[in-house]
């Protein structure tokens, strides 16, 4: 799902993000004085991986009842399970009429 929205990009800019902090944390210790470089570098790549994340989203294709299809390749693979589905029900629709009508047959012989 990750890759089929293009959020990779934001997923890395997390990890970076994460990883700029454990380097901030780690500076701070020793007290150097360019950890608050670090601390900003973070704070820079947590903002652009949430912009990154919420850009599929807002600019998401709608339909023609106005929902929001986010990833269109499953959206199509579930309309095709769903014809599947309603084929399946009609056939267990007509295999259980057809139960029926041996049974009211075998109640009339009997």
Not at 23 to 28: F, I, P, W
Not at 29 to 41: I, Q, R, T
Not at 66 to 79: A, N, R, T
């Amino acid at each position: 799902m990750i890759k089929t929205l293009k959020l990779q990009k934001a997923v890395i800019a997390f990890i970076l993000g994460v990883l700029a902090l454990i380097a901030y944390r780690v500076m701070s210790v020793n007290k150097m004085e360019s950890s608050n470089y670090m601390l900003s570098l973070a704070g820079i790549l947590f903002i652009a991986g949430a912009l990154m994340l919420i850009y599929p989203i807002i600019f998401a294709k709608k339909d023609k009842e106005g929902c929001v299809e986010l990833d269109p390749e499953i959206q199509e693979e579930m309309d095709s399970t769903e014809q599947v589905s309603e084929i399946e029900k009609t056939a267990a629709n007509e295999v259980a009429t057809t139960e029926i009508v041996a049974t009211k047959e075998k109640m009339g012989e009997v």
